[in-house]
């Protein structure tokens, strides 16, 4: 079983950066692709991007309405995920989770309890 | 990128039958998965690759998938079936995640 835990969400001014980080316990995380999605305050959930693990190079993939913007990395020697945000827009504004699958076509069986960002003047 | 449409809302009298169906072009070609949502908690899985529950899911709980339509079945649906329910699928033309919009499922 995998545990996972977000961190680094917080308020931000819009244009600005944020952090939000994974951390997972529990199993060979290596193995895994991970996921971040989001979910605006009273909206449905949305996938943001994933990185995919490293027997596929650790390739990422984004929605249109973050490519360009946010940034997937990972560090598997401490079983971490980050997601770098920038020039953040008001729209941003959502819980993020991170989840765990194994390939594309899978499902999520793992996720965090997500970490609130909100993006406001 | 690939749309999957789901009903906004879908009621039912406790202990009786709860359909939730999610529509995309040709789904039946597609994995399916379905999400169950409470509020203020993260999604769990409830159905993976159109019709298996994992561990912990009541057998309620089934799921089938043809054509353009993809259905979420509940039977016997008790209180705690309330949630909101979300299919999801992969998207190769997009590499990329495709949600429904979501069904609040209330039992009444």
């Known amino acids: 079983e995998v545990q996972l835990v977000e961190s680094g969400g917080g308020l931000v001014q819009p244009g600005g950066s944020l952090r939000l980080s994974c951390a997972a316990s529990?199993?060979?995380?290596?193995?895994?692709?991970m996921d971040w999605v989001r979910q605006a305050p009273g909206k449905g959930l949305e996938w943001v991007g994933r990185?995919?693990?490293?027997?596929?190079?650790?390739?990422?993939e984004f929605a249109a309405s973050v490519k360009g913007r946010f940034t997937i990395s990972r560090d598997d020697s401490k079983n971490s995920l980050y997601l770098q945000m920038n020039s953040l827009k008001t729209e941003d504004t959502a819980v993020y989770y991170c989840?765990?699958?194994?390939?594309?076509?899978?499902?999520?069986?793992?996720w965090g309890q997500g970490t609130l960002v909100t993006v406001s003047s | 990128s690939y749309e999957l449409t789901q009903p906004l809302s879908v009621s039912v009298a406790l202990g009786q039958t709860a359909k939730i169906t999610c529509g995309g072009k040709?789904?039946?070609?597609?994995?399916v998965h379905w999400y169950q949502q409470k509020p203020g908690q993260a999604p769990v899985l409830a159905i993976y690759?159109?019709?298996n529950r994992p561990s912990g899911i009541p057998e309620r709980f089934s799921g089938s998938n043809s054509g353009n339509t993809a259905t979420l079945t509940i039977s016997r649906a008790q209180g705690g079936d309330e949630a909101d329910y979300y299919c999801?699928?992969?998207?190769?033309?997009?590499?990329?995640?495709?949600f429904g919009g979501g069904t609040k499922l209330t039992v009444l």
């Open positions: 040709n789904i039946g070609s597609k994995n």
């Open positions: 999801q699928v992969w998207d190769s033309s997009t590499a990329g995640v495709a």
């Open positions: 529990g199993s060979t995380f290596t193995d895994h692709y």
């Open positions: 690759r159109d019709s």
């Open positions: 990185s995919r693990n490293k027997a596929n190079s650790y390739s990422t």
């Open positions: 989840a765990s699958t194994k390939t594309d076509f899978d499902f999520w069986d793992y």
